[in-house]
């Protein structure tokens, strides 16, 4: 009988258990809906080669991934230099080369933003769980209130192409999590025209993940949590194929996806329903005429422009299949997207054919809204560690990107009540 059931072999729930075996602590079973392990770290063939239609790129903050990456052999690959497009007027200049102020003017608010975090975190600590009224505010807001209105066009490609929200919405914490001290160093990098370090795994993202899942003792893919009843005597889990029995329960699928299993609290309802999603569209799909691999769309990252192209990767210089990157707006839906990404690239010469494949991540970036976060809902939500048996990993808690969820679920087993001496400690609380 597993002592772990953990929900979810994304890269939290392979983590997690990964960690939870090296602990030596329990018997785990990982247990994924679809076919095969990766979640958001998911990559397609397409012409004989990988492409990334989730996770991709990994900078010199990723030390944890890249640790990992080298464990498994996982052969990386430097990402290709990036352009700027402006679909409007059809021109296209390297990154760095045209900056909202002078290079002096740019260094010195990158200097005086990364003070402005080092007062926030002084104040708030580190993470998500620092949220209060503060960082509720849009960070567009946050950052004209600081006079560092200068840093939206910066910052934005790195931030609302990657479909994690436009600076006038999301709110103030969720860019301040994420543009920590080596991204800070790599945006000062960009935009003096250097080409700062970042990498993707040359057989795709995935690839890791598939490596960690083989090492472990349990992942059931295809196998669908049903329903869960978590009770004194332990934590029973139904799924399409089986029951599990287990002394503790990982949660690492978004709170939308564990609202329909769990057997919820009113506590955890009124929390897990706070989240809201970005809808992220990714297609690929051969583009001709478009000469840098690695292309910003900057025009397009405002939120008057939600459904254009918002960036495009080519990933094999031999081929022309390109990743194209959206969001979709409301109210419209896959094909209508990717007719506007055909216009915004014939806008610049380039010519959109076949497409390969389209994912659309409805549920992507689960992300709590300003008036959540001045309540410090991320706190609430912290706090439900260990109740009812259940620990919460993944994104919604970590921030969505691979290299904070493999910290945050290393943090969570490192101090969950979980092992055979500590299995008594497990009990409800
Ligand atoms: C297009 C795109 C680009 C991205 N680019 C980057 C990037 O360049 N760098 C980066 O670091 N991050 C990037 N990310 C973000 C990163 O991929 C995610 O934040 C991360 O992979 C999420 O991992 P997770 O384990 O928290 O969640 P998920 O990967 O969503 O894993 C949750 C798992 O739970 C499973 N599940 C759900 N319900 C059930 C159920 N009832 N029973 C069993 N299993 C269930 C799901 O199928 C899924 O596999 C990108 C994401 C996308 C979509």
Redesign the pocket.
């Given at each position: 009988m597993p002592n772990v059931v953990v929900?979810?072999?994304?890269?939290?729930?392979l983590a997690a258990g990964r960690c939870l075996e090296e602990r030596g602590a329990a018997d785990v079973a990982v247990?994924?809906?679809?076919a095969s392990?990766?979640?958001?770290?998911l990559t397609a063939t397409v012409s004989g080669r990988p492409f990334?239609?989730?996770?991709?790129?990994?900078n010199a903050g990723?030390k944890q991934?890249r640790k990992l990456a080298a464990e498994f052999q996982c052969e990386l690959q430097d990402m290709p230099a990036v352009a700027v497009a402006n679909p409007a007027t059809g021109e296209m200049w390297a990154v760095g080369e045209r900056l909202p102020g002078s290079r002096g003017e740019v260094a010195s608010a990158l200097g005086r933003y990364y003070v402005e975090r080092l007062v926030h975190i002084a104040k708030n600590g580190r993470g998500l769980i620092a949220a209060n009224d503060d960082v509720a505010m849009s960070f567009a807001e946050w950052l004209r209130a600081r006079d560092l209105g200068v840093l939206e066009s910066i910052i934005a490609p790195y931030f609302t192409s990657?479909?994690y929200g436009y600076l006038d919405e999301i709110a103030a914490l969720y860019p301040l999590t994420f543009f920590d001290s080596s991204k800070v160093r790599m945006l000062a990098q960009f935009a003096i025209g250097a080409r700062p370090p970042r990498w993707r795994f040359l057989q795709g993202?995935q690839s890791l993940w598939k490596s960690v899942a083989a090492e472990l003792s349990t992942v059931e893919t295809s196998?669908?949590?049903?329903s869960v009843e978590r009770g004194e005597q332990g934590v029973i889990v139904n799924?399409s194929v089986r029951r599990f029995e287990a002394d503790a329960l990982f949660v690492?699928?978004?709170p939308a996806?564990a609202l329909?299993?769990l057997d919820y609290s009113p506590e955890e309802e009124r929390l897990l329903s706070s989240f809201i999603y970005q809808d992220?569209l990714?297609c690929v799909a051969d583009v001709e005429g478009l000469a840098p691999r690695s292309c910003f769309f900057d025009a397009n990252l405002e939120s008057a422009k939600r459904g254009h192209l918002m960036v495009a990767t080519r990933p094999w210089p031999e081929l022309d299949a390109t990743i194209l990157?959206s969001m979709i707006s409301p109210g419209r839906g896959v094909s209508e997207t990717i007719d506007t990404i055909r216009q915004d690239l014939a806008r610049i010469g380039a010519t959109m054919g076949r497409v390969h494949l389209r994912k659309r991540?409805g549920q992507?970036?689960p992300h709590l809204p300003g008036e959540a976060i001045a309540r410090s809902l991320p706190r609430d939500i912290e706090g439900l560690q260990g109740r009812s048996r259940t620990y919460w990993?993944?994104?919604?808690l970590?921030f969505?990107?691979?290299?904070p969820?493999l910290a945050h679920s290393r943090r969570v087993v490192a101090s969950a009540a979980i092992g055979p001496a500590k299995q008594e400690a497990a009990g409800v609380r």
């Open positions: 929900v979810g072999a994304g890269a939290a729930g247990i994924e809906a679809e392990v990766g979640g958001k770290c990334d239609l989730g996770a991709i790129i990994m990723y991934t990657f479909g993202f196998c669908a949590v049903r799924t690492s699928c978004s996806a329909r299993f992220y990714v990157y991540w992507y970036f990993i993944g994104e919604a970590a969505g990107a691979v290299e969820i």
